[in-house]
């Protein structure tokens, strides 16, 4: 039973354009998400969280949105670059676990110049 | 500069041999982490501490061991090794928020 779920295993966009990663969950305990990005033959890497409390975090060209109605997650990148070609891991975890995270199955976006 | 480690960074074994892999933290956090990451299943939790002897298991933690003899190591053992642990291997730590990955290790059980 997946509690955290990103639904397209691949997204391709053009460079410039904008980038959307989508991130579903069924936890309604969870109240902290993260995004993390990973490169072949690298650990990923944490890119951007959003706690509960918000409905968005910005950090320069990454935008999170959290609706949680909907228990649904959302990664914007804006304008996407080659260079953010990777895989995107969403990660949910519930505040006082200690940072426990449940991982998503990731998403690889290719930009393409 | 605090980091992550992990070694050996690729290691090829035979089945049923055990194996040992290195995870080395110099970021002070108690909570240490040990994935597997898997095509099609994304990153699966194998075993987690929150501090120096305690020790949990995740998901994943069928033919896996750790033990937690100090802050800055979480050491994974395979006791067994089986042709279905060929995977990926991660170690992550944390502090009270987001986790630090090292740069992983590739297992091939042959």
């Known amino acids: 039973d997946q509690q955290v779920k990103q639904n397209s295993p691949s997204l391709s966009v053009q460079e410039g354009r904008i980038s959307i990663l989508n991130c579903d969950y069924t936890n309604s305990m969870f109240d902290y998400f993260l995004w993390y990005k990973k490169y072949p033959a690298e650990g990923p890497t944490f890119l951007i969280s959003?706690?509960?409390?918000?409905d968005k975090n910005e950090d320069g060209r990454f935008t999170v949105f959290l609706n949680k109605s909907a228990k649904h997650l959302s990664l914007h990148i804006v304008p996407s670059q080659p260079g953010d070609s990777a895989v995107y891991f969403c990660a949910a975890s519930v505040r006082g676990s200690q940072g426990n995270l449940i991982f998503g199955k990731g998403t690889k976006l290719s930009v393409k110049p | 500069d605090a980091e992550i480690t992990q070694s050996p960074r690729h290691k090829i074994t035979e089945t049923g041999r055990q194996v040992t892999l290195a995870c080395h933290q110099t970021?002070?956090?108690?909570?240490m982490f040990w994935y597997r990451q898997d095509l099609g299943h994304g990153l699966r939790l194998i075993h987690y501490s929150y501090g120096v002897q305690d020790t949990n298991k995740g998901e994943v933690s069928d033919g896996y061991s750790v033990s937690r003899s100090n802050t800055e190591d979480l050491p994974l053992t395979l006791e067994s090794a089986a042709s279905s642990q060929t995977s990926v291997y991660f170690c992550?730590?944390?502090?009270?928020?987001?986790?630090?990955f090292g740069p992983g290790t590739r297992l091939t059980v042959t």
């Open positions: 970021w002070n956090h108690n909570n």
């Open positions: 992550a730590s944390s502090g009270r928020g987001e986790q630090y």
């Open positions: 959003i706690s509960s409390i918000k």
